[in-house]
C-alpha cells in the first residue's frame, strides 16, 4: 500500500514562513492530483491547496492566496507546500493527499482523495 509522509511543521512566529514536505513511497506521484488539507481543533478538515498530476494546474482557498505556494517534484516523488506571511489562524495539523488522476482537475473535497500521510502540526504564535 501507498504511504504519504508529511515533514516540515513546526512552530513559527505570526509573519514567519515554513516549508512542509510530502514524501511518497510505494505511490508514484506522477499519476496522482496532490492535495494538501488542515484540520484546526473543533473545525473540519479542510482543503488548502491542490496540485494537478502534470503540476500545471494549482488551486488555493482563498485565505491562503499569495501566502502559500504549492509545487511537485515527480521525479523525487514529493509535493511542498510554502507557507509565508503565517497568520495565527492557520495554525492547524497539515495533511497532504494523493488521489489518482491524470488530468487538469483538482478535487477539492476530502473524501475525493485515496491516500493521506499522518499529518504534521503547525502552530503559528508569539
Known amino acids: 500500500q501507498g504511504q504519504l509522509v508529511e515533514s516540515g511543521g513546526g512552530l513559527v512566529q505570526p509573519g514567519g514562513s515554513l516549508r512542509l514536505s510530502c514524501a511518497a513511497s510505494?505511490?508514484?506521484?506522477?499519476?496522482?492530483?496532490m492535495g494538501w488539507f488542515r484540520q484546526a481543533p473543533g473545525k473540519e478538515r479542510e482543503i488548502v491547496s491542490g496540485?494537478?498530476?502534470?503540476?500545471?494546474?494549482?488551486y488555493y482557498v482563498d485565505s491562503v492566496k499569495g501566502r502559500f505556494t504549492i509545487s511537485r517534484d515527480n521525479a523525487d516523488n514529493r509535493v511542498y507546500l510554502q507557507m509565508n506571511s503565517l497568520k495565527p489562524e492557520d495554525t492547524a495539523v497539515y495533511y497532504c493527499?494523493?488521489?489518482?488522476?491524470?488530468?487538469?482537475?483538482?478535487?477539492?473535497?476530502?473524501?475525493?482523495?485515496?491516500?493521506w500521510g499522518q499529518g504534521t502540526q503547525v502552530t503559528v504564535s508569539s
Open positions: 493527499a494523493a488521489r489518482l488522476l491524470i488530468d487538469t482537475t483538482i478535487p477539492t473535497g476530502a473524501g475525493s482523495y485515496d491516500h
Open positions: 510505494g505511490l508514484t506521484l506522477a499519476n496522482y492530483a
Open positions: 496540485i494537478s498530476w502534470s503540476g500545471l494546474n494549482t
